[in-house]
């Protein structure tokens, strides 16, 4: 029997994070998480390019757009939807995720979704680097070992 693990291996690979503008002071802190801990795991700091969109629902589109191009290993997507008065919320989060996981199974290109999805803005600053930790760091451990994963899945059938 075989047992496959990823590790957060970013040596010569690239990523790109795709971030909404909505909610920027949230979106901020997750991206400048997610760009620390592929820093941090061998990605070159010139080997992470960001893409900001106006808001979570046009996340998906970008990430097809970066996938694509075949430059990129993994792309991180980053936004914060916040629960309102109206059913808005719903279509958004549940959309945008679902575009997501769409692309990354249509293209084969690794999509995490570092969406937070929140009913007030202090459980977004929670999740954006506060007790809650990071959820932007978290999306790029994810799409670091989700790539070596794949990577020594794609090794293995050679």
């Not at 979106?27 to 795991?41: C, F, N, S, W």
């Not at 279509?91 to 979704?113: E, F, K, M, P, Q």
């Not at 999805?117 to 978290?138: C, F, H, P, Y």
Request: hydrophobic share 45%; with cysteine; aromatic share 6%.
């Amino acid at each position: 029997m075989t047992t496959y693990n990823g590790y957060p291996n970013g040596t010569d690979r690239r990523f790109a994070l795709v971030c909404a503008r909505f909610n920027d002071l949230i979106v901020t802190r997750l991206e400048h998480g997610a760009r620390d801990i592929l820093v941090r795991h061998g990605v070159d700091d010139d080997a992470i390019d960001t893409v900001w969109v106006p808001g979570a629902w046009e996340i998906p589109i970008a990430a097809k757009a970066l996938a694509a191009t075949g430059k990129y290993d993994a792309i991180v997507a980053l936004g914060a939807v916040m629960r309102g008065a109206t059913y808005h919320f719903e279509i958004v989060a549940n959309h945008s995720a679902a575009g997501l996981a769409r692309i990354a199974l249509d293209t084969g290109v690794v999509i995490t979704n570092g969406i937070i999805t929140v009913d007030t803005m202090d459980q977004a600053l929670e999740r954006a680097g506060s007790k809650a930790g990071n959820k932007g760091i978290d999306a790029g451990l994810a799409a670091l070992e989700t790539v070596d994963l794949l990577h020594r899945i794609k090794q293995s059938s050679t």
